[in-house]
Each structure stands twice: as structure tokens, then as C-alpha cells.
């Protein structure tokens, strides 16, 4: 791809936070009331790792100890997705960018094609509660439909409210240590991101402590404002 075939042709939405802020589950949410494709590179990254490819083994090691993949193997997969043709409807990054290099290739990978960001939204949550907002999720493997034990529970134990599926997944790297590496990747890594993205404007934080559908509801309405 060089840039004139990408088929991105905004809105672009990046969603900001640490791990368990609750990314993904806006992502999706916003992806179901808005249209928008909902990019997350860790889906990616995990998928790439399922399927066996070279960038699914070089990752793999990394991502179960809660490093940081590389920004090469990274920047290429978010590349690849985003010239895929339902990109055309608008995008909400989940987990890229993660580093000052990506955040650059993003606005390289943007420009060419003379697109813009038009929101990078903080989800604002306190440190302390990750850790066990983290340990309690889990996934459903027939749809993706994420839940959580505490805040999010399945209303039937172990089947899944959307699709009815009873295979669920709980995340490797959702353990204690690699959360905690997690944590720390985040602060050294991603948290510049957000001088970066307040230094161009486009940054709006949202407390993201509270209800699901109340953080929904007040996302959707930084969402409209950011793409009217
Ligand atoms: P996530 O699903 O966003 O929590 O990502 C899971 C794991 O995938 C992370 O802990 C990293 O190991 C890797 N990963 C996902 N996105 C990125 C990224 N943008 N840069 C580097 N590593 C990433």
C-alpha cells in the first residue's frame, strides 16, 4: 500500500487509557450506535498469533508478559486493517497508538491519504482500580461480547446474553504480573500521548470511573461533537 490506495477516509477516533479503562467496550459500543469500525490492534495482534504468522511469533512472548510489541510489526498490521474497504465508514482506535513512533507513523499513514484525527478521547480512571476491574473480564468466544464478573456479569451464569454461546475466555495476560508490567508500559509509553494529542487540539478526556452505559452515553455525545 502507498498510501493513495488506503481506503480510510475518517472519522478517526482514537480511544486513550490504561489497560482496563474500558476501551474495548466503548470501542464496541461506539462501533454498534455509530457505525464506525471499531480497530484494536490487541484483537489484531491476538488473531495474528492464532493464525501462526511471523508477526503472530515474534509477538506472542511479549504480549503474555505484558511488554509492548514492536512498533514495526504493529505499525504494519493497523496499516494493512485500516486499507481494508469497511474502513471507509470511520474508525475508533483501541490500543494504537501505544508510543510516540506509532503516533508519528499514524499521522504519516493519515496525511497521505489527507485525512486528520478528528478526537483522541482519554478514558480518565483511577490506577488502583485496574488491576481488579482487570482480573474480573472475560470474553465470549462465539461473538467477542465482553463481560465482567462484577460489573458486567452474563444474565444467565457461563452463556452469553448476545449470541448464546457458553464458551468463554479469560485473557492470559489478564493475570496479576503482566498486568502490572502492563500498567507500567502504559505510563512510560502511551501517557505522553497525551501532551502529544492536547498540543494539536484534538484531545478530550471523560471520566470513565463510572456506569458502562453512562460513560456510553457521554462518549457517543464527545463522538457527535467530533465528527459533526
Ligand atoms: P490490548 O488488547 O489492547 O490490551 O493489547 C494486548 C497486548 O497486545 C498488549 O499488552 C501488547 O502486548 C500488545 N499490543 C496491543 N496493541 C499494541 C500497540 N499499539 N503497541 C504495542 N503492543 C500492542
Known sequence: MDGTDTAVTCP????????????GTQARMLQEAHGFVQLSTGDLLRAAVAAGTE????????????????DDIVIAILK??????????????????????????????LAQSGQHINAAISLEVDDTAMVSRIAGRFTCGGCGEGYHDLHKPTAVIGICDTCGSSHMKRRAD??????????????????????????????RKLDAMGEIGAIAAALSGLVRAATA
Not at 478517526?12 to 474500558?22: E, N
Request: aromatic content about 4%; charged content about 20%.
Open 12 to 23: 478517526v477516533l482514537i480511544l486513550l487509557g490504561p489497560p482496563g479503562a474500558g476501551k
Open 55 to 70: 508477526a503472530g511469533k515474534a509477538a506472542q512472548a511479549v504480549m503474555e508478559a505484558g511488554g509492548l510489541v514492536s
Open 80 to 109: 494493512d486493517r485500516l486499507a481494508e474497504a469497511d474502513c471507509a465508514r470511520g474508525v475508533i482506535l483501541d490500543g494504537f497508538p501505544r508510543t510516540a513512533a506509532q503516533a508519528e507513523a499514524l499521522d504519516d499513514l
Open 174 to 203: 489478564d493475570n496479576t504480573a503482566p498486568v502490572g508490567h502492563r500498567l507500567t508500559e502504559y505510563h512510560a509509553q502511551t501517557a505522553p500521548l497525551l501532551a502529544y494529542y492536547g498540543n494539536r487540539g484534538v484531545l
